[in-house]
């Protein structure tokens, strides 16, 4: 066709067309396209004219054609165009959407794939076509890896393929991304999924679902069951790591639910558990918790006993007990004695330092009774320490055991008489202080005073036979100077100390575990010199050595422990909070209910919001933000009702679309997505540009649809 | 992530001073309140522990420029820095939106800044955040006191993701406000780009 003729055949067809002839406008048009079968002009006239007679089919033929043409030669805005004249048309066919999305995706509009290939995902589950489902679903994946509603229409149409594992592990990724956001709700319903899929046999899923009863402070029978199922499968598949996981949830839950006897049973079975699989010192730990609560039971203390020997002598003597409890009494400390050398000769300075500093501890902790045989046990061997004698003596006295004190003071008096005679009869005062009859005491002393100085050597019985030579002998033992510096005066027993016992001590605490000790004398210290040297590498040792304990408490997920840390801490700063900060201060009170929610101590949030609730210029903003906290509670209907409740206070449209939308989310987050939809709708009416309005508007639609296909969740 | 309260029009950004125990988070804090203007400025919450150290949390919130029409606030947190706490500044980390490290370079302390960067990187874990991802910035704090780090070393070891490293004796002032200018930066940069 030449040009002319050309010319002639657009302008005839053009001339039809306006004047509303269609049928000829066609015929001119198609005959041009005999001649140039990929002229876009005459391809969209024609359609449009077969638009315009009502044959949407023949419309819908030229369409596709037209849009083939552009997506060939690059021009994928206007294929996208076309795509949606064609879906106006009643276009049905699922390539459609797949050919749309790739055009979204060819212009870097991934939203708006996604959206195309969910459209395409929904429609393919709706005819049950499951594979083409899944294919769908990886597409939209391939965008986001992170897709819920993708990969949760993938799980349940693998299952419909009976793959049941790889449906479950499907959801189980969902789970973790819902997880991951926070989503307690939707997170809770996936595992719901998971738990049903599995016919109720997962026991770290029925786990999952405990922990969050547990969060939610949910502790009715449901949650019970659900342990009880997770423990009886845990035990059954032998799954060591599970069943302790779900024993702990179960001392949770007992111990929440104040029911004591039960909740030291199910410690009990912890405690085996963890004996049975080797793991001695967290036996140790738990048999020492049940002891806290319960310091009567003997089969526990027994056990506890059995098992810190064993640990004992697995350990070197040196080694820091980690199963220490960090705040338990010290009465049921399990500190680790260093064993006493045999003989005299192998005796180091720093062996007897140490054991020295232990034995302080017990009596200032008045465990006389523990302090009580390391100590005869040292005196049998060195005699001649008076720090022994004299601690042994000072445990005599206070446990009523005159007799025993007055030979060991006779013992010190005999020790130090050559040396400085003034103060040996200090002993002699000390006897008679404690046992004012005591005749031989009374002698000596009465000799002192006669002789104005003191009693003459002559008149020394013969048991005073301290010379020289011995002062030697002990010297080999240990010198002087350690001596003196280990042996303490009767105030010694945590009165009078100076820096360097200070630091002794703290490290002595350290070595020992006795980590609570040693964090109160260093914080002492510290407050004092915050930027001494020394202290500060005490502290990092002290840090390094509650380390394990620390990684330890986030190993086993302990629920209890860290909770009860933290709400003790709480507790203290909340106190202190009401004594230095007004109730009527409204803007300080204000901001901690910010702080707290973004804690997630929402009912702490929620308790501070309601005191600021009282200012009238604060009304309507505490009423949104106790909504906003109910909502992080998933108490959704309660929301609801605050921020209805915030709607009164609102003075303009903006605030009251951001209170609207508020309450479009909970319905949303509720399920209540007709609701949900109405709302966002109005919003979108008045500002389309609102936060996401639309776009959560669209995605409601969605799931609306999926309602009807019985998908509740989605 | 931010706080948004839309009604009000009012962006809450929460942003976390960590670092080990001692290190001068709470030296900040109060430094900032002391020299900001009342209008701009919160009550400065700070408790103590007999031993003078931070109870559970210090918390100072402090009004900045607006940002899109939204009056924006920085909630500023300290952590207790001790290594019982964690599970106090486990809490204190959740939906934080930027991070300043005060570390201390005192040479005694070299182990429990890195202990308490691990801590860090450990705790935000937890909540399935990746440090990489979160606005931070690293106070090197102490520079006047005798004694300390080779900061070429410590800044190898501590900060492998080149966050950007302020220098500051928080005592004094110095380098204090430098900090918080450069987290505020990172968080509102990244706000902007949500």
Redesign the interface.
């Known amino acids: 066709m030449d040009k002319n003729k050309k010319r002639k055949v657009e302008q005839s067809a053009l001339k039809y067309m306006t004047k509303g002839v269609f049928n000829k406008a066609i015929k001119e048009y198609e005959h041009l396209l005999k001649f140039f079968p990929d002229e876009l002009t005459y391809l969209k006239q024609v359609a449009k004219c077969y638009e315009n007679i009502n044959q949407p089919q023949d419309a819908l033929r030229y369409y596709s054609r037209l849009v083939e043409n552009y997506k060939k030669r690059g021009l994928y805005k206007q294929a996208i165009a076309i795509y949606s004249i064609m879906m106006g048309l009643g276009e049905t066919k699922e390539e459609i959407y797949d050919d749309l999305a790739f055009c979204y995706k060819e212009i870097n509009r991934a939203g708006d794939a996604t959206l195309v290939y969910r459209k395409l995902l929904e429609n393919y589950m709706k005819k049950a076509l499951f594979r083409s489902a899944v294919s769908v679903a990886s597409k939209i994946l391939e965008i986001n890896p992170e897709d819920t509603i993708a990969i949760i229409n993938a799980a349940e149409a693998q299952l419909q393929l009976n793959d049941k594992n790889r449906s479950i592990e499907l959801f189980k990724i969902a789970a973790q991304i819902y ?2 956001q926070n989503n307690l709700a939707m997170y809770t319903k996936i595992l719901g999924r998971i738990n049903h899929v599995s016919g109720n046999s997962d026991a770290k899923i029925l786990n999952e679902l405990a922990s969050i009863y547990i969060i939610q402070r949910n502790y009715g029978e449901q949650l019970l069951e659900l342990l009880l199922k997770a423990y009886r499968i845990s035990k059954e598949a032998k799954d060591d790591d599970t069943l302790i996981e779900t024993t702990k949830l179960l001392v949770t839950f007992f111990k929440e639910t104040n029911q004591r006897k039960q909740m030291l049973s199910i410690r009990f079975e912890l405690a085996k558990i963890y004996e049975r699989i080797g793991e001695k010192e967290k036996a140790l730990e738990t048999y020492n918790k049940i002891l806290q609560i319960a310091p009567g039971s003997q089969d526990v203390r027994k056990k506890a006993k059995e098992l810190q020997q064993e640990i004992q002598k697995l350990n070197k003597p040196e080694t820091i007990p980690s199963s220490i409890p ?1 705040l338990e009494p010290i009465e049921n400390k399990t500190v680790i004695s260093r064993p006493i050398p045999k003989k005299e000769s192998t005796i180091t300075e720093l062996e007897l330092k140490n054991i020295l500093r232990e034995v302080d501890t017990y009596i200032k902790f008045k465990l006389f009774a523990k302090a009580e045989p390391i100590l005869k046990d040292l005196y049998k061997k060195y005699p001649k320490i008076s720090g022994v004698t004299k601690r042994l003596k000072e445990i005599y006295i206070k446990t009523h055991k005159i007799e025993q004190a007055v030979e060991l003071l006779f013992d010190l008096f005999e020790k130090l008489y050559k040396k400085d005679k003034e103060k040996a009869r200090d002993y002699l005062e000390e006897i008679i202080y404690i046992d004012s009859e005591n005749k031989k005491a009374n002698k000596y002393i009465n000799k002192f005073y006669n002789d104005s100085v003191s009693p003459k050597i002559e008149d020394i019985p013969e048991t005073f036979t301290l010379d020289e030579s011995t002062i030697v002998e002990a010297k080999d033992v240990i010198n002087d100077e350690i001596i003196e510096t280990i042996t303490i005066d009767d105030d010694s027993l945590g009165i009078d100390i100076n820096d360097d016992y200070d630091l002794e001590q703290i490290k002595f605490y350290i070595s020992q575990g006795l ?1 609570e000790n040693a ?2 004398e260093l ?2 210290k ?2 004092i010199s ?2 001494d ?1 020394e202290l ?2 005490l ?2 040792q ?3 050595a ?2 394990p304990i ?1 990684i330890n ?2 190993l086993s997920n302990g629920h209890e422990d ?2 009860e ?2 709400d003790d ?2 507790k ?2 909340k106190k ?2 009401d004594e ?2 007004s109730k009527d ?1 409204a ?2 009170r204000y ?2 209910g ?2 707290y ?5 929402l009912d702490d949030a929620i308790n501070e919001f309601k005191l600021v609730y009282r200012h009238v210029e604060k009304k ?2 505490c009423l ?2 106790i909504g906003l906290c109910y909502n992080d509670k998933t108490e959704f209907e309660k929301a609801i009702k605050y921020f209805k409740k ?1 709607l009164e206070y ?1 003075e303009n449209l ?2 009251k ?3 609207y ?1 508020e309450i479009a989310n909970a319905y949303d987050l509720l399920g209540n997505f007709k609701n949900a939809f109405s709302i966002f709708k109005k919003i979108s009416q008045k500002d389309k540009t609102f ?1 996401d309005a639309y776009k959560r508007l669209k995605q409601l639609h969605v799931k609306l649809k999926a309602d009807k296909n019985n998908i509740s969740y989605l | 992530m931010p706080l948004i309260n839309y009604a009000s029009r009012i962006i809450n950004l929460k942003i976390v001073y960590y670092g080990p125990g001692l290190c001068g988070k709470t030296t900040n804090l109060q430094y900032i309140y002391d020299k900001t203007n009342k209008e701009r400025k919160g009550s400065l919450v700070s408790l103590a522990t007999e031993a003078d150290r931070t109870l559970f949390f210090d918390f100072l919130p402090i009004e900045v420029a607006k940002i899109n029409g939204f009056e924006t606030k920085l909630h500023l947190y300290t952590v207790p820095g001790q290594v019982f706490y964690n599970a106090s500044r486990k809490l204190i980390l959740k939906e934080v939106d930027g991070i300043v490290f005060v570390s201390d370079v005192q040479e005694p302390r070299y182990d429990a800044n890195l202990e308490s960067m691990d801590n860090l990187v450990d705790n935000l874990a937890e909540y399935g955040y990746n440090i990489k991802d979160i606005p931070t910035v690293i106070q090197y704090n102490k520079m006047d006191l005798p004694n300390i780090i080779d900061l070429k070393e410590l800044n190898a070891e501590l900060n492998p993701y080149h966050f950007p490293v302020f220098k500051a004796s928080a005592a004094s002032g110095d380098g204090v406000f430098e900090t918080l200018k450069g987290i505020a930066k990172l968080v509102v940069k990244k706000l902007q780009g949500r």
């Open positions: 997880k991951k960090k980590f964090k109160l914080d002492k510290l407050k915050p930027n040297p500060l590498t502290l990092s002290l840090e390094q509650v380390k620390i408490d986030n860290i909770q840390d933290v801490i709480l203290q700063f202190g909070i230095s900060i201060d803007k300080t901001d901690l910010i702080a929610k973004a804690m997630g101590l309507g903003d949104l933000m915030a609102s903006n605030q679309l951001a209170i939308y936060r």
